[in-house]
């Protein structure tokens, strides 16, 4: 969904036309300067049906920020995975952040679900995190995530402060409600998904003002449906919008495909142009 509607055409092709003159400088909202942004993967299918996916995500020089995982019905599963265990070991081996994948569902799951899924995601696979999909996103569901987010910290070990725990470690909070939340959640989590949806909304949108007031490493943008041919123009968008963190597919949702599920044909193309030995 986008951030807001669709600027007239003659609007669109202005703005994107300032975009283009920008170049090397974007900006995110009103002004802050964003680096090469790093990927976030906001999961991929299980390892036995997607092996290269997995594979590709422990191969040294990916610009990885995060992976989400999720083992069945986009969670933990009934029961501890062999394979997912092992895929997921291989992960954090090669230094790479692993995200315990929570459906919260508009705020409508059960309290207790949720903090029983997390405890099987730390306990089975010892993941870094949680990424909370499907967030509620109106000041109306902002207690209910606050409760959420603030159970799971101390639930990781995370000091009630959000500093960590005792190792001083802090696990990382992504929250996604995969529309543009109400301001007041970039509180609740360490990585606020401010953008989800497919590429002809995105290179329309425009970043909401308030997230000029923050850093880019808070926000990500997930967009399917990218052309190879405008691969270029979102990773400008992302930076323009002040986002730290991307994933960019050419995947659709087509006939009701998730466009999460399998890697871009261009992922070599993604890794050279947001690898640490991309040129600027």
């Known amino acids: 969904m986008s951030y807001l509607r669709p600027p007239s055409r003659s609007a669109a092709r202005a703005f994107l036309a300032a975009r283009a003159s920008a170049g090397s400088a974007p900006v995110g909202g009103g002004g802050a300067v964003a680096d090469r942004p790093g990927l976030g993967v906001p999961g991929y299918a299980h390892p036995l049906v997607a092996p290269v996916e997995w594979a590709e995500l422990a191969r040294p020089g990916v610009p990885l920020d995060w992976v989400a995982v999720h083992v069945a019905a ?4 009934a029961r501890a995975d062999p394979y997912c265990a092992s895929a997921i070991a291989a992960l954090r ?7 315990g994948r929570l459906d919260l569902r508009r705020g409508a799951r059960d309290f207790g679900e949720v903090l029983r899924e ?10 870094d995190g949680f990424y909370l999909a499907r967030a509620p996103a109106d000041p ?7 409760r959420v987010t603030t159970t799971l910290r101390a639930l990781a070990g995370d000091g009630g402060d959000g500093r960590g725990g005792g ?6 909070m992504v929250l996604d409600p995969e529309c543009h939340p ?16 497919p590429w002809h909304d995105y290179r329309w949108s425009q970043a909401a003002q308030w997230t000029a007031d923050h850093p880019p490493h808070r926000f990500c943008h997930l967009v399917h449906g990218v052309p190879a041919t405008h691969l ?3 990773v400008r968008i992302a930076r323009w919008q002040g986002a730290g963190t991307v994933y960019l597919t050419d995947r659709t949702r087509h006939q009701g495909l998730d466009p999460w599920e399998s890697l871009p044909g261009y992922w070599d193309e993604i890794v050279s142009k947001l690898g640490p030995d991309a040129g600027e």
Request: no cysteine.
């Open 93 to 99: 081996r090669a230094g790479v952040e692993v995200l």
């Open 167 to 172: 190792d001083g470690v802090r696990h990382r």
């Open 232 to 234: 270029d123009e979102a």
């Open 140 to 146: 109306e569901g902002f207690a209910g995530v606050e």
């Open 74 to 77: 986009g969670g933990a599963g």
């Open 118 to 127: 997390a405890h099987h995601f730390l306990e089975w696979y010892g993941v």
């Open 182 to 197: 109400h301001r007041d959640y970039v509180e609740l989590a360490d990585q606020l998904v401010t953008f989800s949806g």
